[in-house]
């Protein structure tokens, strides 16, 4: 992925969950982009709890607000050239049009980035040997 490293991304709860390795994804995004973060509308702690889980150090999520206020408030905190939200469907896409952030679909996002979605990886793990189960 290109585009400097004036930028500030950030990721839908949902789309890091796409992921297959959310915590690789977040260190090779703080190589181009200065801020990186997760925004939701779920609680705080289905966040938390999933950043902790995946070792995820972010500079900013969405608390107890909603998306758009969240993208707003960060928006005004994180004077960036470019501002950018990593989603899963048209009504991200539509959310960051109407906050004035540029919209990237998480599997644009992990192609551009090479970064393997957590369907892919599956595929990966069945080319490979079966495992025995008869052994004692």
């Known amino acids: ?6 930028m500030t991304l ?7 969950q ?3 390795s ?3 994804v977040f260190d090779d995004a703080r190589g181009w982009s200065k801020y990186v973060g997760v925004v939701s509308e779920k609680p705080t702690y289905v966040v938390t709890n999933f950043t902790r889980k995946n070792r995820i150090r972010q500079d900013f999520f969405s608390g107890p607000r909603g998306k758009a206020e969240s993208l707003e408030s960060v928006k005004e905190q994180f ?3 470019r501002h950018v939200f990593v989603g899963v469907d048209d009504d991200d896409a539509a959310l960051a049009d109407e906050v004035d952030w540029e919209y990237l679909a998480v599997e644009d996002a992990a192609e ?4 393997t979605l957590a369907g892919d ?3 990966e793990e069945s080319d ?6 008869d052994w004692p």
């Open 121 to 123: 990886d599956e595929s």
């Open 128 to 133: 490979a040997e079966p495992v025995r189960d």
């Open 18 to 20: 796409e992921l297959a």
């Open 1 to 6: 992925m290109n585009g400097g490293s004036d």
């Open 112 to 115: 551009a980035a090479e970064w």
């Open 22 to 24: 959310p915590e690789a």
């Open 10 to 16: 950030a990721f839908e709860l949902a789309a890091l």
């Open 79 to 81: 004077d960036t050239e």
